[in-house]
């Protein structure tokens, strides 16, 4: 491959007008007249997807009433439950689908350009590297300046860009001439050099906002003093927007200038400035949402379910004895006039209109009787991979022969879930599913009206339409976790540090990026570690293992040691550092990340736990006021119990949960989500319960309306990850009810959801589904690999619920397939990596 090694502005521009990716080794020359930039630096950034969020933040700007336009809905909706959670889209994806359509409007033609991409996060780079890889997803040109020698992931990127393109990279300008260290920078007019000082603290490049917000001065005099600094001929580079940098030796000679106490001072005033409260208080009071719930539908009631599921007259009686029903009640209203308060002053609560806008392209109509079993959609599955959609991306990939599964991409592009699911039963005809952010903790459980999502947890409206995005509601730059951390870590701050690296740990899993989120995490366990013992320290100790531990549970990686077994130790470790007296919200929230844990490992010792913990953690919300977290867990304790094969006392806890919930479900998006987890597991009742004889059909339909109730209340919401667990409750009652095909394109739609998200133990119970349902076509080598696939993942999650499932499936296809020799060698190598995975979790568990 040949590299353009020489200096001729002309080659850059030319290929930007081609619309390719560029790297460039030095200083980016000036563009054309006709060019517009949309510039950001990766130096002033080093949290975790920072860049991609401050680029996502200045192309809604750019496109201002342009941009995308989805119905508002109630995004601030965040729970942590049993099933877990996952972000809906990787960042990279909602940000391509934004430049996209920025590509499309008239006027100037715009570039991409990331300044110092060297110094930019691992997060970042690994983004920007998929973006380069995949070839016509982005229709804006790149460009990629890196000012120093690119390392590991960023010399991995620059590789991407050779191997796509081997005339990608091209030599820019030098940097500006002249040493530092001849300045006299004492000489300089005082307000000049104290603009200077400042910008060195923040770091190589810093923004003017937040220099003028440090010394509480306009942005414009900032600006103003810099040109000054300018003028006088001192090594200062403009990136735009605002960014600005200094060479090494210039933030070397200012930072010796600066009296230590003052630079204490001032990182404990960045930190503060940097870190979400101060953010919030930028902002202003949120406007509370309150979303438009479309209509219910019918849906059975729990007497029916009694009717046909075979249990005592004595379990179907039993009421409500706990009181909940009425404390919600008061509760809620009280928050519902607290919100009304607040929104005296910003003229009311606006309602939001559900949306109604379609998926464009290809639609499975899973309907009954739908195509011809044996040959509807026969090639999609040959080579575990299915329909590529019109990006060319796959829809969803089960690991090749031999390989462990690795870390599931969380992101596979504009069209990633390939052909758009149409539920033909309850939904209409291409539904738009919408995605929203998924993480919760116990203290904005209890805030039912809470506040908008900020930008790092703000989600984007579809899947694969390229006008679905949701418009980010952070607008001002002073809030990054990480980078608060550091400044108070160099302020001496060291809780303050830790506290927001556990927010960071947070914002980064619910972003996507499990690495960084885990790196948070570490960081703020060895800067403790590091520290004289005390009962606030072991508090945030507590939180920091239970992001970690939750970061394992629910994250997809293997190779990261993202397993269940992992998890459930590092849980145990913030059990074990939890003192009596810890305030209750996070004893709660420990009490049912472990209970989430056991109900994954799925063993009867684990579901025994899960239901202790549950149950624990609801009493301690109820003693301490807090009857909405209380009864949010009764799902869960139901959950639990149909697991455990105890459909009374599941019904029980199922009929208090609907009398809690259901009559705020109009106006509450909590009320609302409670009751699609209510119907869903009313679904999965017939699959676990005994059904009366005679009436096992009407089961399965009653199970599919509950579902179906579930899966509209699901898409109100905009719960992709629910939604592909209600498909594959639905697939496994359409299986059990005898209409096979309808049953394989649910778990079609299963799979390519739990793919998109890394839901590995979603992906082991759905192909392992998938398997059964190509036997009973009579697609027995797939079936095999299918199998196969389902024993990898389970085993690299670590989950004994779902490798004991594989073992059944495994015996009832082995003595189906014994006869028929071409498949024996596809069945050894199940038995063996069934069996390795077996020895591995009894070693682990032992």
Same mark, same amino acid.
């Given at each position: 491959?040949?590299?353009?090694?020489?200096?001729?502005?002309?080659?850059?521009?030319?290929?930007?007008?081609?619309?390719?990716? &560029?790297?460039?080794?030095?200083?980016?020359?000036?563009?054309?007249?006709?060019?517009?930039?949309?510039?950001?630096?990766?130096?002033?950034?080093?949290?975790?997807?920072?860049?991609?969020?401050?680029?996502?933040?200045?192309?809604?700007?750019?496109?201002?009433?342009?941009?995308?336009?989805?119905?508002?809905?109630?995004?601030?909706?965040?729970?942590?439950?049993?099933?877990?959670?996952?972000?809906?889209?990787?960042?990279? *994806?909602?940000?391509?689908?934004?430049?996209?359509?920025?590509?499309?409007?008239?006027?100037?033609?715009?570039? #991409?350009?990331?300044?110092?991409?060297?110094?930019?996060?691992?997060?970042?780079?690994?983004?920007?590297?998929?973006?380069?890889?995949?070839?016509?997803?982005?229709?804006?040109?790149?460009?990629?300046?890196?000012?120093?020698?690119?390392?590991?992931?960023?010399?991995?990127?620059?590789?991407?860009?050779?191997?796509?393109?081997?005339?990608?990279?091209?030599?820019?300008?030098?940097?500006?001439?002249?040493?530092?260290?001849?300045?006299?920078?004492?000489?300089?007019?005082?307000?000049?050099? !104290?603009?200077? +000082?400042?910008?060195?603290?923040?770091?190589? /490049?810093?923004?003017?906002?937040?220099?003028?917000?440090?010394?509480?001065?306009?942005?414009?005099?900032?600006?103003?003093?810099?040109?000054?600094?300018?003028?006088?001929?001192?090594?200062?580079?403009?990136?735009?927007?605002? +960014?600005?940098?200094?060479? &090494?030796?210039?933030?070397?000679?200012?930072?010796?200038?600066?009296?230590?106490?003052?630079?204490?001072?001032?990182?404990?005033?960045?930190?503060?400035?940097?870190?979400?409260?101060?953010?919030?208080?930028?902002? /202003?009071?949120?406007?509370?949402?309150?979303?438009?719930?479309?209509?219910?539908?019918?849906?059975?009631?729990? *007497?029916?379910?009694?009717?046909?599921?075979?249990?005592?007259?004595?379990?179907?009686?039993?009421?409500?004895?706990?009181?909940?029903?009425?404390?919600?009640?008061?509760?809620?209203?009280?928050?519902?006039?607290?919100?009304?308060?607040?929104?005296?002053?910003?003229? /009311?609560?606006?309602?939001?209109?559900?949306?109604?806008?379609?998926?464009?392209?290809?639609?499975?109509?899973?309907?009954?009787?739908?195509?011809?079993?044996?040959?509807?959609?026969?090639?999609?599955?040959?080579?575990?991979?299915?329909?590529?959609?019109?990006?060319?991306?796959?829809?969803?990939?089960?690991?090749?022969?031999?390989?462990?599964?690795?870390?599931?991409?969380?992101?596979?592009?504009?069209?990633?879930?390939?052909?758009?699911?149409?539920?033909?039963?309850?939904?209409?005809?291409?539904?738009?599913?919408?995605?929203?952010?998924?993480?919760?903790?116990?203290?904005?459980?209890?805030?039912?009206?809470?506040?908008?999502?900020?930008?790092?947890?703000?989600?984007?409206?579809?899947?694969?339409?390229?006008?679905?995005?949701?418009?980010?509601?952070?607008?001002?730059?002073?809030?990054?976790?990480?980078?608060?951390?550091?400044?108070?870590?160099?302020?001496?701050?060291?809780?303050?540090?830790?506290?927001?690296?556990?927010?960071?740990?947070?914002?980064?899993?619910?972003?996507?990026?499990?690495?960084?989120?885990?790196?948070?995490?570490?960081?703020?366990?060895?800067?403790?570690?590091?520290?004289?013992?005390?009962?606030?320290?072991?508090?945030?100790?507590?939180?920091?293992?239970?992001?970690?531990?939750?970061?394992?549970?629910?994250?997809?990686?293997?190779?990261?040691?993202?397993?269940?077994?992992?998890?459930?130790?590092?849980?145990?470790?913030? !059990?074990?550092?939890?003192?009596?007296?810890?305030?209750?919200?996070?004893?709660?929230?420990?009490?049912?990340?472990?209970?989430?844990?056991?109900?994954?490992?799925?063993?009867?010792?684990?579901?025994?736990?899960?239901?202790?913990?549950?149950?624990?953690?609801?009493?301690?919300?109820?003693?301490?006021?807090?009857?909405?977290?209380?009864?949010?867990?009764?799902?869960?304790?139901?959950? #639990?119990? #149909?697991?455990?094969?105890?459909?009374?006392?599941?019904?029980?806890?199922?009929?208090?949960?609907?009398?809690?919930?259901?009559?705020?479900?109009?106006?509450?998006?909590?009320?609302?989500?409670?009751?699609?987890?209510?119907?869903?597991?009313?679904?999965?009742?017939?699959?676990?319960?005994?059904?009366?004889?005679?009436?096992?059909?009407?089961?399965?339909?009653?199970?599919?309306?509950?579902?179906?109730?579930?899966? !509209?209340?699901?898409?109100?919401?905009?719960?992709?990850?629910?939604?592909?667990?209600?498909?594959?409750?639905?697939?496994?009652?359409?299986?059990?009810?005898?209409? &096979?095909?309808?049953?394989?394109? !649910?778990?079609?739609?299963?799979?390519?959801?739990? &793919?998109?998200?890394?839901?590995?133990?979603?992906?082991?119970?759905?192909?392992?589904?998938?398997?059964?349902?190509?036997?009973?076509?009579? +697609?027995?080598?797939?079936?095999?690999?299918?199998?196969?696939?389902? #024993?990898?993942?389970?085993?690299?999650?670590?989950?004994?619920?779902?490798?004991?499932?594989? +073992?059944?499936?495994?015996?009832?296809?082995?003595?189906?397939?014994?006869?028929?020799?071409?498949?024996?060698? /596809?069945?050894?190598?199940?038995?063996?990596?069934?069996?390795?995975?077996?020895?591995?979790?009894?070693?682990?568990?032992?």
């Amino acid at each position: 491959m040949t590299q353009i090694d020489e200096r001729d502005p002309g080659r850059l521009w030319q290929r930007v007008r081609e619309r390719l990716a &560029t790297a460039v080794r030095g200083r980016l020359p000036d563009p054309p007249p006709a060019l517009q930039l949309l510039r950001v630096s990766c130096e002033v950034a080093p949290a975790a997807l920072r860049p991609l969020l401050e680029a996502r933040r200045l192309t809604e700007a750019i496109l201002g009433e342009a941009r995308p336009k989805p119905p508002d809905r109630a995004k601030s909706l965040r729970r942590r439950t049993l099933f877990g959670e996952a972000p809906e889209r990787a960042t990279e *994806a909602v940000l391509v689908e934004l430049w996209n359509h920025l590509a499309q409007q008239t006027g100037s033609q715009w570039v #991409v350009v990331f300044d110092a991409v060297e110094q930019a996060d691992e997060a970042t780079l690994a983004a920007l590297t998929q973006i380069v890889k995949r070839q016509g997803w982005l229709q804006l040109p790149l460009v990629l300046v890196f000012h120093g020698e690119p390392k590991d992931a960023a010399a991995e990127l620059l590789l991407a860009v050779r191997t796509r393109d081997a005339a990608g990279v091209v030599r820019g300008e030098e940097p500006p001439s002249g040493e530092a260290q001849a300045i006299a920078w004492r000489t300089l007019p005082p307000e000049v050099l !104290r603009v200077l +000082r400042a910008g060195a603290l923040i770091g190589p /490049g810093f923004e003017t906002r937040i220099v003028a917000d440090l010394l509480s001065l306009e942005p414009l005099v900032v600006l103003e003093l810099l040109q000054q600094a300018t003028d006088l001929g001192l090594p200062l580079e403009d990136r735009g927007e605002g +960014r600005f940098s200094l060479p &090494t030796s210039a933030l070397t000679a200012l930072s010796k200038s600066l009296m230590p106490s003052l630079a204490q001072a001032w990182h404990r005033k960045l930190g503060r400035l940097l870190g979400a409260r101060a953010g919030e208080e930028v902002a /202003g009071p949120p406007r509370p949402p309150v979303p438009r719930v479309k209509s219910r539908g019918k849906i059975p009631s729990a *007497a029916h379910v009694a009717e046909i599921i075979d249990l005592s007259a004595e379990v179907v009686d039993l009421v409500d004895d706990t009181g909940l029903a009425a404390q919600v009640a008061s509760e809620m209203a009280a928050v519902a006039e607290q919100s009304q308060d607040m929104s005296a002053g910003t003229g /009311g609560i606006e309602t939001s209109p559900r949306a109604d806008a379609l998926i464009a392209g290809e639609s499975l109509d899973v309907s009954e009787g739908t195509g011809d079993e044996a040959g509807q959609g026969g090639d999609k599955l040959a080579d575990g991979t299915g329909d590529s959609g019109a990006s060319g991306a796959p829809a969803w990939r089960v690991p090749a022969k031999g390989e462990r599964s690795g870390p599931v991409p969380l992101a596979l592009g504009a069209s990633a879930l390939g052909p758009n699911v149409k539920v033909s039963q309850g939904t209409g005809p291409g539904e738009q599913v919408e995605a929203r952010p998924a993480g919760w903790s116990p203290a904005r459980r209890k805030t039912i009206f809470a506040a908008p999502p900020a930008e790092e947890d703000a989600g984007p409206a579809g899947w694969g339409a390229p006008s679905r995005v949701v418009p980010t509601r952070l607008e001002d730059p002073l809030v990054d976790e990480a980078r608060a951390a550091e400044h108070m870590r160099l302020a001496g701050e060291f809780d303050a540090a830790a506290q927001h690296l556990c927010e960071a740990a947070r914002k980064a899993a619910e972003m996507g990026a499990p690495q960084a989120a885990a790196q948070h995490a570490g960081s703020a366990l060895a800067l403790l570690a590091t520290l004289p013992v005390s009962a606030s320290r072991r508090l945030l100790r507590v939180q920091a293992l239970i992001e970690l531990g939750r970061l394992q549970w629910q994250a997809a990686g293997y190779e990261f040691g993202f397993t269940l077994t992992q998890a459930q130790a590092t849980l145990e470790s913030a !059990r074990a550092e939890l003192e009596e007296g810890a305030p209750v919200e996070l004893a709660a929230d420990l009490a049912q990340a472990i209970a989430g844990v056991c109900f994954d490992l799925g063993d009867p010792r684990s579901l025994e736990r899960a239901l202790t913990e549950l149950a624990a953690a609801a009493s301690m919300l109820q003693a301490a006021g807090d009857a909405i977290g209380a009864a949010c867990l009764l799902n869960d304790q139901a959950a #639990v119990l #149909v697991r455990m094969g105890d459909p009374g006392r599941a019904l029980q806890l199922l009929r208090q949960s609907r009398k809690v919930f259901d009559p705020h479900v109009h106006t509450d998006p909590v009320a609302l989500r409670e009751l699609a987890e209510t119907e869903h597991l009313f679904a999965r009742l017939p699959l676990h319960a005994q059904l009366r004889v005679g009436r096992e059909a009407e089961g399965f339909e009653m199970g599919l309306e509950h579902a179906r109730a579930a899966e !509209r209340f699901y898409r109100d919401l905009g719960e992709v990850r629910e939604l592909g667990r209600v498909w594959e409750t639905m697939g496994r009652l359409e299986l059990r009810a005898g209409r &096979t095909m309808a049953a394989k394109q !649910r778990f079609d739609a299963a799979a390519e959801v739990q &793919t998109q998200l890394g839901d590995l133990t979603g992906l082991g119970q759905t192909t392992e589904a998938l398997s059964q349902v190509l036997a009973l076509l009579g +697609r027995d080598a797939e079936a095999v690999t299918l199998l196969r696939d389902s #024993v990898v993942f389970n085993r690299d999650k670590g989950s004994p619920l779902g490798l004991q499932q594989n +073992r059944r499936a495994f015996i009832e296809l082995s003595e189906r397939l014994a006869p028929r020799a071409e498949h024996a060698a /596809g069945l050894q190598e199940v038995a063996i990596l069934l069996s390795a995975g077996e020895r591995e979790l009894a070693t682990l568990r032992a």
